[in-house]
């Protein structure tokens, strides 16, 4: 089916592109890779996190001035 196909294409960048993005480097992105929370700014909800690359690292849950992880989407060798 043409349009199931077309569907599929659909990135989890585009997906998700509605939520806020984070961007974190260095001990943040470590942080973040291995599932530890960050301090942010952005208002609670979900967002996505992105290292300065513009890799796509995690979905987070945004409470109380901390983006905490929920599904990280990176492996520890990749930010290492």
């Avoid at 659909?10 to 943040?28: A, H, N």
């Avoid at 890799?55 to 492996?75: D, I, K, N």
């Amino acid at each position: 089916d043409p349009i199931k196909r077309e569907i599929a294409k659909i990135s989890l960048e585009r997906l998700l592109e509605e939520w806020p993005l984070i961007e974190v480097s260095g001990i943040d992105e470590h942080k973040v890779a291995h599932g530890n929370a960050v301090r942010s700014e952005g208002e609670p909800g979900l967002a996505r996190i992105f290292n300065k690359q513009g890799e796509f690292l995690a979905v987070a849950a945004v409470e109380s001035g901390w983006a905490r992880p929920r599904v990280v989407l990176t492996s520890r060798a990749s930010v290492e």
